[in-house]
């Protein structure tokens, strides 16, 4: 065996040859650097011109050459493709659905799949395409198009199609290369339109992706399509009724199917909790999802989008060929080079049909002159063809300067080649009237030449016009907040304590149990000794002898205060102090007294809204000792840190402590904000101040169709999207509207107490076109009403004081009819008294809030002026 693998094996002559060996590690890099350049320039990166990856430019190439104006079946566009693309069906197949499916350059015939549930195309001997009337008028024009020879020189192709329109930006485009990848989101149709007009106008113009699944996205950092940038996208939806949701719009990237597998999942792990879900989409997503009995529908919206691909990030990255090498560029600067070959490609059609309507008068005025001096008489006389072109040089001589250029051996080859039957019908006044078309079309032709930017202008809102209905934006701009995991998530799991021993864990079902939570809570435990620790949950932690108290812990609550009495050390001096616990270390345990082995702790409470009781405490008999009952109120004592000391209470030892009197609320209610940009409340002071909230408070809101309802402030409440009011709810509020009665096309009035309920309720009639007008708090609202025309009459405006001509009814009631005469316009006065206020606020800027409401600018004007009259019902009455 090894004699054959050695024979003919020459060392001495191998050894010479050694120098001209190449190494596999030579081999491997210049063959990968080809494989790698070959992959990036003809396989997955799209081409600036065009926009269009070698696969995508072949196929719709090779649909040009077949197109006849009829269907043909994709498995014959597939095999024409093959010889101009040497890389098997597959791929072509995969490229032509995937045009197909963006519905703009392929008009689709048959089974094409749904990009919304992800169910495949039919096989291609079944389903049918044709250029659509957009690909045709954008695409394709041969006399501007650069050619090359194909894979195997056989055919000839375009190097790159000229495209006028930024189609890469239309279609988007992602590819995986050999170290290198694109990814450029689709754009909105119009938008891209009118954007290329803002340029050619030499203005800014800013555009974002619209995807066809539709969805709500936030571009806030989009950074013009580069690397780094982020877009987050979400499925739209609503509540139902209270037990079911609805999905209506899925997040670009994903389907029907793959988003009910990751609701399920998230099911299954016990971060949401779902009865069921329905899949009935079929043109449009519909998805319902059941909720269990007593699951807060807001919640769990807001758990999808944390827990489920109903929210998905998306990282573009913006990469083409330009001049055969990837360039990374923003979608700012590939529309602006697109708006610019598209005018360099208009001026070069419009000059190739200057050239070919001058080449037509040209001739024209050849076979005028030819015909009427009679030239072709004497043509017997000449018998080659060199003296007979000697003699029409010399003929047209005389009339050089009535054409645009030189005659040529072509011209005269065309002149000699025109029928007798021609000459001898041939009509000079035709003749002219045709010259003179052709002089105006020529005309035309050098205008838009002179000005091409206008004639681009032009041509785009002619595209938009024939092609743009339909193609509206589907994806909605806006701004999305953040939504924090531990907010929304379920509670999947159960705690349990073995107070005696010192253990907490999910696993110790046979001890006490605590509350249910999840599994990314963390846990405060505090023990007798004075020790406290936080720790994830898990099946079993050790936190030590004898727990005295056990929750789930609140990251930055500031709230939440912790009254405490304790000894410290065994024979030690006994401490008081309040604290709260914001901030920590996650499994470190924390002193809480002075740290004295032995220390113990005599009285704890827990006080969401900051409690301050009163003990009693009860001193052990011993000598010294004068008095056995002391008294300690919290109120007394300040909230600081949980290391400070605390406040000395006696060096006594304590027999018990005891409660004497329950603590009442120190801390006053929270500031709410509502961020119209996002629809949420906040504590961040973004958006328009609400007002201080505690106990059973509530936020009313009217929307522009009429709807009533009344929220708790609950920061994870989602809010109607049309709401035109929204304010703190008092029941003896008085509520002015004035809205649209569909039914009778006419205005009506009324004024009215919110109730208290928590069904939305309809503040105008059922019509489908009843709108609300104007809605307002004010306590005095006075209005401007102008009127139309009536039989050519102008009709003075009025002023109507709404408490005088609406008196208060039940707001479910129709209200008074604002005029018989056809109201145009309606404007709500401000009062004096608000005026006022604001002149006070001015006046003192560290007052005022961002975006008060002009109730709760009265409101707290009259706070600071100590003028306030409030009659214990909402009303408000203002008198400086």
């Not at 079929?282 to 489920?308: C, R």
């Not at 193609?471 to 909605?476: A, G, L």
């Not at 006080?607 to 004068?626: F, H, T, W």
């Not at 973004?686 to 505690?694: A, D, E, I, Q, W």
């Amino acid at each position: 065996m090894v004699d054959k693998i050695f024979e003919g094996f020459d060392s001495e002559n191998q050894h010479r040859d050694i120098d001209k060996i190449t190494h596999v590690s030579g081999m491997f890099k210049n063959w990968f650097i080809d494989y790698a350049s070959y992959v990036i320039l003809e396989r997955a990166v799209p081409a600036m011109e065009d926009g269009l990856k070698p696969v995508q430019r072949r196929i719709l190439h090779s649909m040009w050459e077949l197109e006849d104006g009829r269907y043909n079946k994709v498995a014959n566009l597939i095999g024409n493709t093959m010889k101009y693309h040497p890389h098997g069906d597959a791929s072509i197949g995969d490229a032509l659905v995937a045009i197909g499916q963006k519905d703009l350059l392929i008009d689709c015939q048959g089974n094409w799949g749904n990009i919304l549930t992800g169910d495949s195309a039919a096989a291609p001997r079944y389903i049918e395409a044709r250029l659509s009337k957009l690909g045709l008028e954008i695409i394709f024009n041969p006399k501007t198009t650069n050619w090359g020879l194909s894979y195997d020189g056989r055919n000839k192709e375009p190097i790159t199609l000229p495209v006028k329109f930024p189609l890469l930006l239309a279609h988007g485009v992602e590819g995986i290369a050999v170290g290198l990848a694109t990814k450029i989101l689709p754009h909105n149709f119009n938008e891209l339109i009118d954007a290329s007009i803002q340029i050619l106008k030499g203005k800014k113009a800013n555009i974002y992706p619209d995807f066809i699944t539709g969805g709500i996205a936030d571009f806030s950092d989009y950074k013009d399509g580069l690397r780094g940038g982020k877009i987050k996208v979400r499925a739209r939806i609503k509540e139902l009724n209270p037990k079911t949701l609805i999905i209506s719009e899925i997040p670009f990237g994903t389907t029907t199917s793959s988003l009910i597998d990751s609701i399920i999942a998230a099911n299954d792990k016990g971060k949401i909790k779902i009865k069921k879900v329905e899949d009935n989409t079929s043109e449009f997503v519909e998805i319902l999802i059941h909720l269990q009995p007593g699951i807060s529908s807001d919640k769990t919206i807001d758990a999808l989008y944390a827990f489920t691909n109903c929210e998905v990030s998306i990282s573009p990255n913006a990469c083409v060929i330009e001049s055969e090498k990837p360039r990374f560029v923003g979608v700012s600067e590939i529309l602006k080079i697109s708006t610019k070959q598209t005018l360099e490609l208009l001026r070069r059609e419009l000059e190739i049909e200057k050239k070919e309507l001058e080449e037509k008068w040209h001739f024209a005025s050849l076979e005028k002159i030819f015909i009427k001096e009679e030239m072709y008489i004497d043509f017997k006389k000449y018998s080659n063809k060199e003296t007979l072109f000697e003699y029409l040089y010399a003929a047209f001589k005389p009339h050089k300067k009535k054409l645009l250029r030189d005659l040529s051996d072509e011209d005269l080859q065309k002149l000699t080649q025109i029928p007798m039957i021609r000459i001898t019908r041939f009509d000079s006044i035709k003749a002219e009237d045709f010259m003179k078309e052709l002089d105006a079309k020529i005309a035309i032709v050098k205008n838009h030449l002179a000005n091409l930017v206008d004639y681009a202008v032009e041509y785009f809102k002619n595209l938009k016009k024939k092609y743009g209905e339909g193609r509206e934006r589907k994806t909605e701009t806006k701004q999305l907040e953040t939504i924090e995991a531990k907010q929304v998530i379920m509670a999947n799991e159960k705690l349990y304590v073995n107070r005696e021993e010192g253990f907490i864990g999910t696993s110790l079902k046979k001890d006490e149990f605590v509350t249910d939570c999840s599994d990314i809570d963390d846990i405060i435990a505090f023990t007798k000794e004075g020790k406290m620790k936080v720790c994830k949950v898990a099946d079993k932690s050790f936190i030590g002898k004898d727990i005295i108290y056990v929750a789930v812990f609140k990251k930055g609550d500031e709230r939440t205060t912790y009254n405490m009495i304790y000894t410290d050390g065994p024979k030690g001096i006994t401490f008081i102090k309040r604290f709260t616990v914001t901030g920590i270390t996650r499994e470190k345990e924390y002193d809480l007294t002075k740290g004295t082995p032995n220390s113990n702790v005599h009285w704890f409470t827990i006080n969401p809204n900051g409690e301050a009781e009163k003990v009693q405490i009860n001193l052990k008999a011993a000598s010294g000792v004068r008095k056995l009952e002391l008294e300690a109120d919290f109120t007394e004592i300040p909230v600081k840190a949980r290391a400070s000391v605390g406040n000395i209470v006696t060096k006594y030892a304590i027999k018990k402590v005891v409660l004497k009197q329950k603590g009442t609320a120190t801390i006053e209610g929270e500031d709410f904000w509502f961020d119209d940009s996002v629809h949420r409340l906040n504590k961040e002071e973004r958006g328009t101040y609400l007002g201080k909230f505690s106990g059973e408070d509530k936020i009313m809101t009217i929307t522009s169709t009429g709807i009533y309802k009344l929220y708790t402030y609950d920061i994870l409440n989602h809010f109607d999207e049309d709401i035109i009011l929204i304010e703190k709810y008092f029941a003896k509020q008085v509520i002015t509207c004035v809205y649209f009665d569909g039914q009778s096309k006419s205005y009506f009035t009324k004024r009215f107490e919110p109730e208290l309920t928590t069904a939305k309720t309809l503040l105008v009639t059922e019509h489908e076109n009843s709108r609300v007008e104007l809605i307002t708090a004010q306590i005095h609202p006075v209005i401007e009403v102008k009127f139309g025309k009536e039989k050519g009459v102008e009709i003075p405006e009025e002023t109507i004081n709404m408490v005088e001509f609406s008196p208060v009814v039940n707001m479910k009631a129709k209200g008074r009819k604002l005029s018989s005469y056809k109201v145009k316009e309606i404007n709500l006065k401000e009062p004096e008294e608000i005026k006022a206020a604001r002149k006070f606020l001015k006046k003192n800027p560290d007052d005022e809030k961002s975006g008060l409401s002009p109730v709760e600018l009265h409101r707290r004007a009259m706070e600071k002026l100590n003028k306030k009259n409030l009659d214990g019902e909402g009303q408000i009455t203002f008198d400086f």
